[in-house]
């Protein structure tokens, strides 16, 4: 069965420290891994990673893919308040065709303290 | 620029009650769409998704149902509310090609009772 775990499920840090989120997966057909953050409503799409060891990076925000050994990390650095948010990991399946069957993992709830 | 609307954002519903829930996408054309539930405690679940107009798959057996009567709307139905069926649904879409990310609606907080 295709799964995808998140860890931590929950942190806590204070404004300036770097964080680094897991993200660990199997999933056969494995076409894509991408990172979103949700706050109240929408996630929004933050990184789509296809290939290993290439950082896909936006300004305090990176993150890298490891296809062989199954796992991606999500990385902040000088976190501030308004990265607290939800932030979750998905893997894109294919089973034939152009649509992307999202496999998402439980979500890590940052909460960033001034 | 594309834009994604969901409608209610909220809904509070007795058991047995039928539902519909609308998405529609602006911008684009021909886009994939999906609808996802996000219960309490759990990752968000594909429940369809759609390739084109009058196209549906469903991921998941369950109490609802999916049609896509023109090229950019969606929606969630169903004739019977089950208490089960309380979550988050979100509407989603992608551009209809590979490697492509999907875009989400603000979401639509059922509550069954």
């Known amino acids: 069965e295709d799964k995808v775990v998140q860890s931590p499920l929950s942190l806590v840090v204070h404004e300036g420290d770097t964080v680094t989120l897991n993200c660990s997966y199997e999933?056969?057909?494995?076409?894509?891994l991408l990172w979103y953050k949700q706050e109240k409503k929408a996630p929004t799409f933050l990184f789509m990673l296809t290939s290993s060891g290439i950082e896909k990076k936006s300004g305090r925000l990176s993150s890298i893919l490891d296809k062989k050994e199954l796992f991606s990390i999500l990385n902040i650095t000088a976190t501030q308040t308004g990265d607290s948010a939800v932030y979750l990991c998905a893997v894109e399946a294919h089973y034939g065709g152009s649509q992307g069957n999202l496999i998402f993992g439980k979500g890590t709830k940052l909460s960033v303290k001034p | 620029s594309q834009t994604i609307h969901q409608w209610p954002a909220t809904l509070v519903q007795p058991v047995g009650s039928p539902l519909s829930l609308e998405c529609t996408v602006e911008?684009?054309?021909?886009?994939?769409l999906y609808w996802y539930r996000q219960a309490a405690g759990r990752g968000l679940q594909l429940l369809f998704y759609?390739?084109?107009?009058?196209?549906i798959s469903s991921e998941v057996p369950q109490n609802l149902s999916a049609s896509r009567p023109q090229d950019r709307q969606f929606i969630l139905s169903s004739k019977k509310l089950l208490l089960s069926d309380s979550g988050f649904y979100l509407c989603?879409?992608?551009?209809?090609?590979?490697?492509?990310?999907?875009?989400f609606g603000d979401g639509t907080r059922l509550s069954i009772l």
């Open positions: 911008g684009t054309s021909n886009p994939n």
């Open positions: 999933v056969t057909n494995f076409r894509s």
């Open positions: 989603a879409w992608s551009v209809r090609r590979f490697n492509q990310p999907q875009h």
């Open positions: 759609s390739v084109g107009i009058g196209q």
